[in-house]
């Protein structure tokens, strides 16, 4: 079964993202970028599903502290700051972008686009 690292400050964002991927993937969280870079250290994922906004270590943080491990998975930004577009997070390291408005549309075909 394919892992996941969710990384939100948001219980409720956490708890959201978990019923809407069902149990066909197994879930870590992480509720800040540092806490994320802790249990990558540690475990090996498949795919990183980051917020955008959030205390200690935002998701550019993270995407910059991926970088600097070797075979890290890669990383779909999710957000709801429509300020910023896709090509914005691309260019951080970004390998794919969710806008939490269109969640429900979008964010399991950017998930099965990397793990099925």
């Known amino acids: 079964m394919n892992r996941i690292l969710l990384v939100d400050d948001s219980a409720d964002n956490i708890s959201a993202i978990r019923f809407f991927l069902g149990e066909n993937y197994k879930t870590v969280a992480a509720s ?6 802790e ?5 090996s994922f498949d795919l990183i599903l980051s917020d955008y906004q959030m205390e200690n270590g935002d998701g550019i943080w993270l995407l910059e502290q991926l970088k600097s ?3 890290a ?4 930004i ?12 691309l260019k951080a390291g970004a390998q794919g972008f969710c806008p939490r408005h269109r969640i429900m549309d979008s964010l ?9």
């Open 39 to 43: 249990l990558l250290r540690q475990n």
């Open 69 to 71: 491990l070797q075979n």
């Open 78 to 89: 999710l957000t709801a700051d429509l300020t910023k577009g896709a090509d914005f997070f």
């Open 73 to 76: 998975p890669p990383c779909i």
């Open 32 to 37: 800040s970028g540092f806490e994320a870079m």
């Open 108 to 116: 399991l075909d950017e998930v099965r686009r990397f793990l099925d």
